[in-house]
């Protein structure tokens, strides 16, 4: 039987945006929805197949920690169940298909126009910039670092919020400058707590978070609110830690095999990384749909809900 994806949704709602991943729709005064399809991105292109229950794992992967770390910092999360969605919003009870374990209702917040990073261990454009100049976002680190060492204490290096492209690693005396010594104080206070408490949770499931974004908002009352997706696959880098070893990139529980194999493409001079990019085979698309979806059984301790 052929596995039920989301592409795109198409709901009776407003659209306010449509991103890489998700749409969001505007409900009310007060609330959001979002919606995560099953649409894949890798090196700035979204790509033609969507990965089976990848929306999912990340609307779902979403809630759980949103519960789980509520009590470090609110959030904008108000429901993540199918059933709630659909009493709460009627006109949505004829599109069960594309909002079944895939949307979340959110309370409205106003973006805060920088992501905050934390890094735990030394990888991804954090051991590029290393390499090239001993520093991280711009600040000097030890010499003699090796790639996906740890890092003690955690790191925090805020980024810029790219509309298109990717994001820059700014330093924090750049966010200072931009929001204010207190909003940036806190945000950094936050992120580095909310990172402690998921990283030493994820642990003891045999998983090492070994970055991570976070994105703020404020709410209509001016209450400071983690918004978006939080501790996924798709803002994390999540490692098996019994195959951990320093020295070298680490297998990780995200979109691995589809950059993997268009790197392959690139190597073998079969894509020049322009437009459009190649379609994945049904064995990349597979092994991507189980890596996100291992994640989630591993850190939550349950198979995906039923309905998604």
């Known amino acids: 039987m052929t596995e039920r994806v989301l592409a795109e949704s198409k709901l009776p709602l407003p659209l306010m945006n449509r991103g890489k991943v998700r749409e969001i729709y505007e409900v009310d ?58 009493q709460r919003i009627p006109a949505l009870r004829d599109y069960r298909d594309q909002v079944a374990g895939r949307s979340t209702l959110v309370r409205r917040a106003t973006p805060i126009p920088f992501e905050c990073v934390v890094r735990g261990y030394l990888s991804g454009s954090a051991w590029a910039e290393y390499q090239e100049k001993g520093t991280m976002a711009g600040e000097p680190l030890p010499a003699g670092l090796r790639e996906s ?17 990717h994001d820059e690693n700014i330093t924090f005396d750049r966010m200072r400058q931009a929001l204010g010594d207190g909003l940036a104080e806190r945000l950094r206070e936050l992120s580095l707590a909310l990172y402690a408490e ?27 609110l983690v918004i978006d997706e939080i501790l ?66 591993r850190i939550t301790g349950e198979p995906l809900p039923e309905d998604a």
């Open 29 to 86: 005064r007060e609330h959001l929805l979002l919606v995560a399809s099953d649409r894949i991105s890798a090196f700035d292109f979204v790509l033609p197949q969507p990965i089976p229950k990848k929306g999912a794992v990340l609307t779902q992967m979403s809630a759980y920690w949103f519960r789980e770390l509520e009590g470090i910092a609110p959030n904008h999360f108000v429901t993540a169940s199918t059933e709630e969605i659909l």
């Open 149 to 165: 060492d740890r890092l003690e204490p955690p790191l925090f290096t805020p980024a810029t919020k790219a509309v298109t492209g």
């Open 198 to 224: 998921a990283r030493d949770r994820a642990a003891r499931r045999g998983i090492i978070i070994a970055d991570t974004k976070f994105e703020f908002g404020h709410g209509p009352d001016g209450e400071l």
């Open 232 to 297: 996924t696959p798709d803002s994390s880098r999540f490692w098996p830690a019994e195959q951990y070893q320093p020295g070298k990139s680490q297998p990780s529980f995200d979109k691995q095999p589809v950059r993997d194999y268009l790197s392959g493409l690139k190597r073998a001079g079969q894509w020049d990384g322009n437009p459009p990019p190649p379609p994945l085979p049904p064995e990349v698309v597979r092994a991507t749909s189980l890596r996100y979806q291992e994640a989630y059984l």
